[in-house]
């Protein structure tokens, strides 16, 4: 289908329809279908209601409030209305098959995480190539055997239960793990196991989200919420965080209360400890602020009152790295929006008396650490990687020379550590897994995977820049195919996230193969409102600068035609969660300039997300309909709020899933019902709902499984017909 900018241009003359009628002949021809015919799509019908809300003096209406409820019998009804009616498309796209079965293909190697070493075991997960959960595995020095520790695809039965957490006690005798309590959701379960024995204890905590347990002597601390009404598990604000001590052998109602805020319900706090377990923090976070408090107690004094480090929450923040006796060492970003490293003497307090370790600089600090005796620090120049080695006193020793632009991960390890393993990979290079010596500062190869029937040099990656309205440069990476042609003809796929500080960086996915190998361009944009740039960055896409965000997304699109890499007829854009929102604005401000869309679990009212669950977290990154300027800035954008009637908009396949706790699917519900309802439905506007899933696969099938169907339906309207090797 002609975007409006074509339509416009073949209007204008003889010629110009001439040309264009030319340039259109051509991609039909390169395309061996059309796109299916949408006035065949039958939508299941959406009752719309006469609700509305009122924000200072305006009046919203909100006909699909119904959907809301995820038990009500009508909601389950229209969901698997929907997810028939989207079946049934998908399954008359003659590739989609052959899409999963070489998906499965690629997929299918093992696949190890960076080894974490304590009291000379290691321990590290493995998936052998398509396991639904990775297994967590032990063993004994870099030469052991290694022996399964927890399996979680024997947790159930389709093996959408995983393993969420694992945290060892100082001398390795016992573990807490968590796993996840209802498939895909966020809540938690907590069990200890002795590592000896691999019994599991009688201990068992439950209501824990976003957390993870602190050991301290014969228990350890964790946070959990009340447990919410019955059938509002998933949807139910989540308030009043706390921070218990759980002693072994005793039951979990028996546990101590070490934390509440009774007056600030939106309060989440958490408690760690240090490796030799002789402090423990506390870290306070709220919904208005971008920052943390801070305090500490010393657990081998009688009297454990938490002493402050920053009382106040403000959009600095501030973490411990470990601790160097009685003094701590701190990553903050008070007065150093890219961060700082600083020594904190709980006897000289006050700011003023931090001794600076390592200063800010010019490029963001991101994931510092401690390892041995060195102090280990990422830095991000243009969203690539560069890792440093400094002594505990700051002096600078040595830079880890990785392969290439991409990202590392990994560089975790006790105080006795002579050496630390990183994970290092690319767009077009998988996950490598190298060992580093502290001492000799050598780099070996540990582990190199391999990916069936992937060969990394026959593509490339290369970063560009552009220019967005208001002329901030925006950095993009690119990756496909050798010898691409800038013919204007290329399918693309624009990815995008911008917002909560979250720097999208290098890394590879085997699923991307599937289209880098049918000639298709993958594009990551590194939007503000991410942390690419530090905090400023952040800053300029948030809250009231969020139009950045997607004025900065346009900008990419535009550029990205306009060097012929690819057209309004071959370009897609997608983006999950945050970046779900992304695509909704982006798609509603600009709907002739792509031919695809796929909103992954949106954000898409956004003057309700802070009802739900662990929504009020999210006032700190957007605003809150709550505030009379914010509402008005929230309504100008929010992707609900702003369909119009008639409008062609691109292809669009809406995905989430029903146990999806942090973006509830009734963003999404709704956001699909107001399409159907008003879209001009010369383009297929459908909704995939995964079931027992949540925010992300809950399992590997599941997660193969949306992807060959998000690809069918790409390269369906994308008009292009995939080729595979036998």
Known sequence: MLSHRLRKILNTSPAGKRILRSRWAGFIARSSHTPLETHKIDYPPTRPSAHTDTYFGTTI???????????????KAWVEAQNNVTRAYLANIPYRSQLLTRLKQLVDYPKYSSPLRKNGDLFFCKNNGLQNQAVLYMQKGVDGSPEVLIDPNTFSSDGAISLTSFNLSRDNRYAVYGRTAIPGSDWVDLYVMEIATRRILPDSIHWVKFTGAAWSGDGFYYSRYPAPPHQAELTAPNEHHKVYYHQLGTDSSQDTLVYEDKAHPTFRAMVTTTEDERFAFLTITDKDRMGNALYFRDESRVEKRFIPIVTGITDETIGVLDNVEDKFLLFTTQNATNGRIVLYDPLHPKEKDWKTIIPASKEPMCYPSTVGNKLVLTTLKDAVMHVNIYDREGRWEHEIALPGH?????????????DLFYVFSTFNSPPTLFRYDLVTRETTLFHAPDVPGFHPASYETKQVFCRSKDGTRIPMFLTYKKGLKRDGMNPTLLHGYGGFGVALLPTFDTSRIVWLEQGGIYAQVNLRGGGEYGSTWHQYGAKMHKQNVFDDCIAAAKWLIKQRYTSSEKLALHGSSNGGLLV????????GLFQAAIPEAGMMDMLRFQKFTVGAAYIVEYGTSDHKAQFRYL?????????????????????????????????????????QANASHTRPVLIRIETNSGHGSSNLTKGLEETADVYAFLFYNLGVTPHFTP
């Open 584 to 591: 909704g604005a982006v798609v509603n401000q600009q709907p």
């Open 635 to 675: 309504r100008r954008y929010s992707p609900l709020h702003n369909i119009r009637k008639g409008v062609d908009y691109p292809a669009i396949l809406v995905t989430t899933a029903d146990h999806d706790d942090r973006v509830v699917p009734a963003h999404s519900f709704k956001y699909t019902a107001t399409l």
């Open 406 to 418: 991409g990202t590392v991960s990994g560089f975790r390890g006790c105080k006795q550590a002579t």
């Open 61 to 75: 209406a909100d006909p699909y409030r119904w959907l809301e409820d995820d038990n009500s019998a009508a909601t």
